[in-house]
């Protein structure tokens, strides 16, 4: 049974940066499509990122030029770095996986971690 867990997340001001990470077991990291999805209150589950099984990444608009997802296939964990962040990206952030379809809806995960609060103020 794969699992993910999330860390990495805080409270922190606009325009600062911060480093979640995604531990994956139960299975291989580069072997599923591993994306990011966050959540804020009252608000529908949202795509950030995602990366694919030969390695492309791929995002959302409102964070592409802000926020870079990444693999360590050694550490079997996913990264997603985020700069410049706004008050408008807290969120709880959440890590999913798929082994055949994943893209940028949430129904075509199978896994899906806890989540890590992020906090951003003004």
């Known amino acids: 049974q794969v699992q993910l867990v999330e860390s990495g997340g805080g409270l922190v001001q606009a325009g600062s940066s911060l480093r979640l990470s995604c531990e994956v077991s139960?299975?291989?990291?580069?072997?599923?499509?591993t994306g990011w999805f966050r959540q804020a209150p009252g608000k529908e589950r949202e795509f950030v990122a995602a990366v694919n099984w030969s390695g492309t990444s791929y995002y959302a608009d409102s964070v592409k030029d802000r926020f870079t997802i990444s693999r360590d296939n050694a550490k079997n964990t996913v990264y997603l770095h985020m700069h410049s962040l706004k008050p408008e990206d807290t969120a709880v952030y959440l890590c999913?996986?798929?082994?055949?379809?994943?893209?940028?809806?949430?129904?075509?995960?199978?896994?899906w971690g806890q989540g890590t609060q992020v906090t951003v103020s003004s």
């Open positions: 139960g299975g291989t990291v580069y072997n599923y499509v």
């Open positions: 999913a996986a798929d082994q055949h379809y994943g893209g940028s809806e949430s129904l075509q995960y199978d896994y």
